[in-house]
């Protein structure tokens, strides 16, 4: 899609919060195309809205791009040409460009206060006009303005929108079209002089010689504001960058996308032990697509596929169970020493272990048994807990389905059979309790091991019985297969 020369991309977050879904899909696609194309990654913080962006959702986002592997060429942490990259220090740059566009006569000072906004707003409500200002101040006498100087008003810098249309050509929609009519003219800059939103994003996209926006559809409708801020800026339309506006995404239940539907949060992703690799293969499946049915892609794959001409412009829909499916399979594809890194934290966290070289041995001897089972990281701690626990318990609830004839019966044909065994391996054991299990007593392996699993693991649910076993170790496994032996 690009004829320009050097791509440069931005991925432009208002950390109000952690970044969510939405924005990561955004960040992701910003990448993407950046690697693909050879250009740039620009990453700017919008934290002109000081009262909900702080300073500790700035380095949460920050922290998330590294995570997620998405570095950046310019921006927090690495500087760049075109810097500061924090909105909140290029206050002087949009105030002077603001002077400037009330010098030319393309803004105007407004006088109006939030109240006479607010009823003049709803009048139009009533009659079913377009909500939106009105033009009042537009062309104010100096007496008018005098009044208004009197009566102490701090006037609002606001944008003379023109009349007649705007029209772009949206690399995923096509061709786009606003009516004027629609689009009212807008604040600039505060009382205080404090930028806009439309007024630092379009300023900042041409002084970082931006040539893509690629963003979310919700953007959409503030293009041509920012188009007419260009204007202004006297930038020719052959130098706008090239508008591409990415799908919504969706909960599970097409509705928008919430705790309810599809968790927001990265964070909380993070903490479930998703994997960033999964994540990032997730989110690149949302709006778009490699071209086959293929849902596995790397990070490389994403790169080498990766355009703007197969973004879907219809909304994609967020589905759990397909991000969940998708990082169990990373997980699977883990090396035994990754998989070790990234568990260690999980089990470190949930006080499983302390992290001790012995603990760290043990942990890696079990792994390679849940390494098909889990779908989430923050798994492993109830799996491998029976390993590690000091003063070993079944709870009472567990407990109570052992005390039946039939487990009781299990439980002491299995000791008696595994008591003798000279070495402890888990080929050995399963030998031995299948053919005493199931061959002679007739069971069905499910009732056969249950018992077996609740009384060395303290839960039904585990890994696989007989490699649970050998873990243990001999001793261990039979004092507690003894305990709950009634006497
Ligand atoms: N800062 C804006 C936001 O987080 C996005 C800016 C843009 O991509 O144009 O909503």
Known sequence: MSNKSEVRVRFAPSPTGDLHVGNIRTALF??????????????????????????????????????????????????GEYGPYLQSQRLEIYA??????????????????????????????????????????????????SQYKSLGRKPVVR???????TVFVDAIRGEVKFEHKYVPDFVL??????????????????????????????????????????????VAESEYPIFAHLPFVM????????????????????????????ICNYLALLGWSPGDDKENIT??????????????????????????????????????DKFLEWSLPFLINAKVITGNPQ??????SALPIIQERIIKLAEIPAMLKFLFVKDFKVEAEELGKLTDEASQNVLKVALAKVEPLQSWDHAGIEAVLRS???????????????????????????PPLFESLELLGKERSIARIKAVISK
Not at 132 to 141: E, F, P
Not at 199 to 207: K, P, Q
Not at 258 to 267: D, F, L, P, Q, Y
């Open 299 to 336: 990070m490389q794959e994403l790169v080498d596929l990766f355009t703007v001409e197969r973004v879907n412009s219809s909304p994609a829909r967020f589905d759990m169970k397909k991000l969940e499916a998708i990082n169990g399979d990373k997980i699977r594809a883990l090396t035994l």
């Open 189 to 234: 800059a505060r009382a205080d002089g404090s930028p806009l939103y439309t007024l630092a994003v379009a300023v900042d996209d041409v002084l970082m010689k931006i040539t893509h926006v690629l963003r979310g559809e919700d953007l959409l409708s503030s293009t041509p504001r920012q188009i007419r801020v260009y204007q202004a800026m006297g």
């Open 159 to 165: 944008m003379r929108m023109p009349d007649g249309e």
């Open 30 to 79: 910003d990448w993407a195309y950046a690697r693909h194309t050879g250009g740039k990654l620009i990453f700017r913080i919008e934290d002109t809205d000081t009262e909900r962006v702080t300073d500790q959702y700035i380095q949460a986002a920050i922290d998330t791009l590294k995570w997620l592997g998405l570095n950046w060429d310019e921006g927090p942490e690495v500087g």
């Open 436 to 462: 005493a299990l199931i061959d002679e007593l007739g069971l069905k392996p499910r009732i056969a091991f249950s018992a077996l699993r609740i009384a060395v693991t303290g839960s039904h649910i585990s």
């Open 96 to 145: 002077t460009w603001a002077q400037k566009f009330l010098d030319q006569g393309d803004a105007y000072h407004c006088y109006c206060s939030a109240e006479e906004l607010e009823e003049r707003r709803s009048a139009q409500m009533k009659n079913n006009q377009a909500p939106g200002y009105d033009g009042k101040c537009r062309d104010l006498s100096a007496e008018q303005v």
């Open 251 to 278: 909960g599970q239940d097409n509705a928008k996308l919430s705790k309810r539907n599809g968790e927001v949060s990265i964070a909380w992703y993070r903490e479930q032990g998703f994997l960033p690799e999964a």
């Open 359 to 364: 603990e760290i041995e043990v942990v890696k």
